[in-house]
């Protein structure tokens, strides 16, 4: 059965800055990016900071690479594949300090660039859903604190036992229709600011 001639790619309309120099390998490695429907924007020199308005930045791998990445490791902004020319020795602990989501070696085909825009997004997607899963739990252990702060303020104030210092605290953010981390926050402000 034949695939329809209008369907989308995967990779289609993804922004990608591509940072290598205009030579043959660099023009060809454009080409098989356009070739998959990436909107595609060339830039030389490489930049002192990597740009973040895109999805995707292929980047030629050199010594300072690190210093041009403008995100914390952990937390990109883009998915970042590093471009080998194979002109020297492969410096695996550089492309560890760049926390790339992958390598692109020269010569350019066009099946390892497909690979590797499709695994460096995926990677680049789950390592966000894994920094969103990361950044919940902190926010549930804070407010657990919050609440275990304020369920014992509660308990030492009004002589309640901690039971019941919770039911008030769930019965107070179901009536102001808030979370009760912010019942819980706005006890300990103002038991902090009475004291």
Known sequence: MRKNATATTPHQNLRIAVIVEPDED???????LQRLRCEVRHIWPIPPQLPVDCD??????????????PWLPG?????LVLVDRGVSNLDLKLIHNCAAHGVLHY???????????????????YERRLRNRID?????????????????????????SEEEA????????????????AVANAIIDSHELLS
């Open 56 to 69: 995707l930045v292929f980047c030629t791998l050199v010594e300072d690479m690190p210093k041009r990445i």
């Open 107 to 125: 010569p350019v085909v066009q099946r390892a660039v497909q690979t590797c825009v499709a695994l460096a997004r995926e990677h680049f997607l």
């Open 26 to 32: 660099g023009e060809r490695l454009i080409r098989e």
């Open 136 to 160: 919940k739990l902190d926010e549930n252990l804070r407010t657990m604190r919050l609440v275990e702060r304020a369920k014992s303020l509660l308990v030492r104030v009004k002589n309640v």
């Open 166 to 181: 919770y039911n008030y605290l769930r019965r107070q953010a179901m009536e102001r229709r808030v979370t009760i981390g």
């Open 75 to 79: 937390e990109p902004e883009a998915g």
